[in-house]
């Protein structure tokens, strides 16, 4: 099945979403500078939700040896990210999935399991299911990086200050990059119209939920690495 909101945003996502996203370009370095293997080490890779892969050439510039399989809901995003690794096709492996299905069965182990602001777009109960699974398709001493938005509680009167802050840094950033803010206005006018049941609704969970979710899950470890606001970055191990 095609998305509607990424297939039409696939072909600006690279243009668009780090200034959409404050930290965007900061987060992925610091997942990159947390990836815990030598350069010239063998590993494999299980992206959920790899965009434009983003994230995957990082890994595969820095780290010759390492195979990643990738799943994106959006047959156009893979389309981007297939085109932007071409170089790479040899270790890379794409594959169109709704993550509310879970994971295939018949996936082989992993290393190192990354996913990036996807994993909120899934009901409670699929989060649930995808953390179990992924705990199941990880090694022994294996990593699970998970960055996603999260609501936590805050003072009323400190919420309104960040969200007037997000909005000045946001014009502030289109503004310096010499993009229309209209873009911005254009996507956030496309997530306000996508549909209760669509698989691209965001459905964001508490983070003390997430802890919970991921210790029930079998991990034995769980560190929370950095947050801004509603972006949070665990690190789990098995």
Same mark, same amino acid.
């Given at each position: 099945?095609?998305?509607?909101?990424?297939?039409?945003?696939?072909?600006?996502?690279?243009?668009?979403?780090?200034?959409?996203?404050?930290?965007?370009?900061?987060?992925?370095?610091?997942?990159?500078?947390?990836?815990?293997?030598?350069?010239?080490?063998?590993?494999?890779?299980?992206?959920?939700?790899?965009?434009?892969?983003?994230?995957?050439?990082?890994?595969?510039?820095?780290?010759?040896?390492?195979?990643?399989?990738?799943?994106?809901?959006?047959?156009?995003?893979?389309?981007?990210?297939?085109?932007?690794?071409?170089?790479?096709?040899?270790?890379?492996?794409?594959?169109?999935?709704?993550?509310?299905?879970?994971?295939?069965? +018949?996936?082989?182990?992993?290393?190192?399991?990354? $996913?990036?602001?996807? @994993?909120? /777009? #899934? %009901?409670?109960?699929?989060? &649930?299911?995808?953390?179990?699974?992924?705990?199941?398709?990880?090694?022994?001493?294996?990593?699970?990086?998970?960055?996603?938005?999260?609501?936590?509680?805050?003072?009323?009167?400190?919420?309104?200050?960040?969200?007037?802050?997000?909005?000045?840094?946001?014009?502030?950033?289109?503004?310096?990059?010499?993009?229309?803010?209209?873009?911005?206005?254009?996507?956030?006018?496309?997530?306000?119209?996508?549909?209760?049941?669509?698989?691209?609704?965001?459905?964001?969970?508490?983070?003390?939920?997430?802890? +919970?979710?991921?210790?029930?899950?079998?991990?034995? $470890?769980?560190?929370? @690495?950095? /947050? #801004? %606001?509603?972006?949070?970055? &665990?690190?789990?191990?098995?």
């Amino acid at each position: 099945m095609n998305s509607t909101l990424f297939s039409t945003y696939a072909q600006d996502y690279d243009r668009l979403q780090p200034l959409r996203v404050e930290m965007y370009q900061f987060y992925h370095e610091l997942a990159l500078d947390m990836v815990p293997f030598d350069t010239d080490d063998e590993f494999r890779v299980l992206e959920l939700g790899c965009g434009t892969g983003n994230f995957l050439q990082r890994v595969l510039e820095k780290f010759p040896k390492a195979r990643c399989v990738s799943f994106d809901y959006s047959i156009e995003m893979l389309e981007h990210a297939s085109q932007k690794l071409a170089n790479y096709s040899d270790r890379t492996e794409f594959y169109q999935r709704d993550l509310h299905d879970g994971l295939p069965s +018949e996936l082989e182990s992993f290393d190192l399991v990354s $996913s990036f602001s996807t @994993i909120h /777009h #899934l %009901f409670d109960d699929n989060k &649930i299911r995808l953390f179990r699974e992924i705990y199941d398709v990880l090694r022994s001493d294996g990593w699970f990086f998970l960055i996603d938005p999260m609501s936590t509680r805050f003072d009323e009167d400190v919420f309104r200050q960040f969200r007037r802050r997000q909005h000045l840094r946001l014009d502030s950033r289109f503004k310096r990059a010499g993009a229309d803010i209209k873009d911005a206005e254009r996507i956030n006018t496309m997530v306000s119209q996508i549909s209760d049941d669509s698989p691209e609704k965001d459905r964001i969970a508490r983070f003390t939920q997430h802890i +919970e979710w991921l210790k029930d899950a079998g991990f034995r $470890s769980i560190d929370h @690495i950095w /947050h #801004l %606001f509603m972006e949070h970055f &665990i690190i789990s191990r098995k």
